[in-house]
């Protein structure tokens, strides 16, 4: 039985015992003023306690009462109720009980699926209250799939023994398909974007891979998107409305009403201090809400007062005051809103107790550990909002509600709701690039195993002239909440024959370490051990260092990792910034070859007026640990994406033409300027121009050609953000190169575009 699944059973029991305690107690109260006949099957305790307590009335109003109260339980097929003088007496007939389910017709929902939800409604009896219910349960899940036509109706077969089977017939029809979706009223904003904005779609040629079924249900939750975009934009009073015109081929048009209204804008921001006297907090203050006033960008946006008061409250903290409240006073004039922000003492209030609901199939600890809150701390509105951001930042949490209930003037109560969404994913692509070639990439990954917040995954990615397998898992330490440890396991074939004449087989087996000193700044650390294996596929043209080293070799090797990334998208960022510190130890082996690598990476965009600038630059170097050849494999290479222009290896010391052995330094430097092309914002596409620069050099052996001259080339590109992933098209064209450099002039690549 899984955990959710037996911790449902004894919360279950638990209850029951509870409420087996109740009944007792209203049995001794009780026993000897009812008598119940025609139960066969329900407990006498169980019809007393669903009629609980009888009113101080007069008896005929009492009967009336315990009636009604049997009646409404839905449980009994009739009950009547009379009063002898001494005893209520009670005679119910049961509804019959259920043998079995059988499912007639039902291709899209299985038969197990089902059989769960009647477990789950506890169905036992033929109650038409709760047949129904389930039919209704059904339906709403046939509708979430498209299925809006589904139509649903029950049979039963009775025994003599009052029992019955129950015959459920599904006509599902078919599935109904949005064929338009028409916007009006949006004086302001192009259709394209509020349609990138809400979960209804349509197919088109650039949005190929869209879920066009229709939903009735998200209908209303793409009001409140729609809602939420223009409220974002100023407009407060926004109102949306919506129609559906339904057609004979299973297609229906979508109308979206909006009526925009006026737009507000943040007029001034101000801050009253009510605390004790604090020069230095005063002036962090004053010159906080002076940049915030620069920053608002006029557009009214509560959130963005949201944002303001928890920046505020983090001011206060790291000045050691715990205790305060922090009110935003609205003044609105003419659509122009003046805020002021009050902060309060207050008396230090408590957690009375934490509740968290909603996961059935989480524990409670895996929870616990990221807002490390426990019963008998302080709280306050800061550290409440800090919990919703941290559980909202899990991915096996959809939505997490958090609120604070009051029980005295020192105590509150920490009610946490969270709804889990599917942890377990698998992706399978498949790619043409130049760079790789055909490219096949499948991977399994599970985000919470067993409820503990644990991942696992496993990665397969080839391609003509590479394989990899990658087998990972991480978890968070008990000891340290703020550090994720993991192992991966990774098996490695390439194949560089054509280009430089050998073969390698890597095995490598990882633990690493990762600590958040906050949400942006972390460390990673690595201990690592591989097996690695040189085959020379021609010792004609094979680099002297691969004919040298060739056969088995084993290394253990160390890695650090300080990164700061404030980046808003790991796919597609338009502002913020990535400066990361790499460095990687590899210890001598049987081959000699210990070294030392340091890498250092930036990137930083922003965005002005839609167009997105972007500056990216590493640095590297490797050094020898005693002073011997190092491998080419583990040597900077430059091409690709990190000079646009030149093929994958094309730049870089070489042992003859078409032999490259890496160099022991690299620079390149990447300027971008992006623009969008589409008002979808869900799935744009962006016309990219760009300026790169480059240089690999330094290397102890022999080798024909090798140099630091600088390498510049240009281009312009496309970046499709498609359903799949992106998808990159570039022209790059080499300004300054060597005769021995490799070109590449056009650049194909399905993934990480930067």
């Not at 305690?21 to 049995?27: F, H, T, W």
């Not at 958040?516 to 004609?540: P, R």
Request: proline share 2%; net charge negative; charged share 25%.
């Amino acid at each position: 039985m899984n955990y959710w699944k037996l911790r449902s059973v004894k919360k279950s029991i638990i209850n029951k015992a509870l409420f087996l305690l109740l009944l007792l107690i209203n049995v001794e109260v009780y026993a000897k003023e009812f008598i119940i006949e025609g139960n066969e099957y329900t407990d006498k305790d169980i019809v007393i306690s669903i009629i609980d307590k009888i009113p101080d009335i007069d008896v005929e109003s009492q009967t009336n009462y315990i009636l009604k109260k049997l009646i409404s339980s839905n449980l009994f097929k009739s009950v009547e109720v009379s009063y002898d003088s001494k005893n209520y007496i009670i005679k119910i007939i049961e509804y019959p009980s259920i043998n079995n389910f059988f499912y007639i017709n039902n291709e899209r929902i299985e038969d197990t699926d089902i059989d769960n939800i009647v477990r789950e409604l506890e169905i036992y009896t033929l109650s038409e209250f709760k047949i129904n219910e389930l039919i209704q349960e059904l339906s709403k899940i046939y509708q979430s799939f498209g299925y809006n036509n589904i139509q649903i109706e029950y049979k039963n077969e009775d025994y003599s023994n009052n029992s019955s089977d129950i015959y459920l017939y599904f006509n599902e029809g078919n599935i109904t398909k949005i064929n338009k979706i028409n916007i009006i009223g949006n004086d302001t904003f192009d259709k394209n974007i509020i349609l990138s904005n809400i979960k209804s779609k349509t197919k088109k040629i650039t949005n190929i891979f869209a879920n066009n079924n229709f939903k009735l249900f998200q209908l209303n939750n793409d009001i409140i998107r729609i809602k939420n975009f223009y409220k974002s934009k100023g407009y407060q009073d926004v109102s949306v409305e919506y129609s559906v015109e339904y057609f004979s081929n299973n297609k229906v048009e979508i109308n979206f009403i909006i009526n925009e209204g006026n737009q507000y804008f943040f007029s001034a921001l101000d801050i009253k201090n009510n605390l004790d006297n604090n020069v230095n907090l005063d002036n962090q203050l004053s010159s906080f809400i002076d940049k915030s006033q620069i920053n608002i960008k006029n557009v009214y946006n509560s959130e963005k007062i949201d944002e303001i008061e928890f920046d505020i409250a983090e001011i206060l903290e790291n000045e050691g005051i715990q205790y305060f409240k922090i009110t935003a006073f609205e003044k609105i004039d003419n659509y122009k809103a003046d805020i002021l922000f009050e902060i309060s003492p207050t008396e230090p209030v408590y957690v009375n107790q934490i509740n968290i609901s909603g996961n059935d199939r989480t524990y409670d600890y895996v929870f616990r550990r990221e807002f490390e809150l426990a019963e008998g701390d302080s709280i306050n509105d800061s550290k409440i909002k800090n919990i919703s951001r941290k559980l909202n930042n899990l991915n096996f949490i959809g939505n997490a509600k958090v609120k604070s209930t009051p029980i005295n003037e020192n105590s509150q109560n920490i009610d946490i709701i969270v709804e889990e969404t599917q942890t377990g994913s698998f992706n399978l692509g498949f790619s043409i690039g130049t760079l790789d070639g055909a490219s096949f990439v499948s991977g399994l990954k599970e985000n919470n195993i067993n409820g503990t917040g644990r991942t696992l995954e496993f990665l397969v990615n080839t391609n003509n002239n590479n394989k990899e397998f990658i087998l990972s898992t991480s978890d968070k330490l008990f000891i340290n909440n703020n550090v994720n440890h993991g192992y991966s396991l990774n098996y490695k074939e390439n194949d560089f024959s054509k280009s430089q004449s050998y073969k390698l087989s890597t095995l490598s087996l990882d633990t690493n370490f990762k600590y958040e000193f906050s949400d942006d700044v972390y460390h990673a650390f690595g201990i690592g051990y591989s097996l690695k294996d040189y085959q020379v596929t021609n010792d004609s043209t094979v680099a002297s260092i691969i004919k040298n080293s060739k056969g088995e070799s084993i290394s253990f090797n160390i890695s650090n990792d300080f990164t700061l990334n404030t980046l808003n998208s790991y796919i597609k960022p338009t502002r913020g910034n990535f400066l990361s510190f790499a460095n990687f130890l590899e210890t001598p082996s049987s081959s000699k070859n210990g070294f030392v690598k340091n890498i250092i990476t930036g990137k930083k965009y922003y965005t002005i007026n839609k167009n997105i600038f972007s500056v990216q630059g590493k640095v590297g170097n490797i050094f020898s640990l005693n002073d011997s050849p190092i491998l080419s494999d583990n040597k900077f290479s430059l091409g690709g994406r990190w000079l646009r222009g030149f093929d994958s290896f094309g730049v870089g010391p070489r042992d003859s033409r078409t032999s490259y052995v890496g160099g022991n330094n690299v620079m390149a430097l990447k300027l971008d300027l992006s623009r969008p092309i589409t008002l979808n914002d869900q799935n744009p596409i962006y016309f990219n121009l760009f300026n790169d620069y480059g240089s690999v050099w330094g290397n102890k052996d022999q080798v024909t050609s090798s140099d630091q001259d600088l390498r510049i080339s240009y281009g312009f590109g496309i970046n499709y953000f498609s359903p799949i992933g992106p998808i990159g098209f570039s022209w790059g064209f080499p300004l300054v190169d060597k005769d021995y450099d490799i070109k590449r002039m056009f650049l194909f690549s399905i993934g990480n575009l930067n």
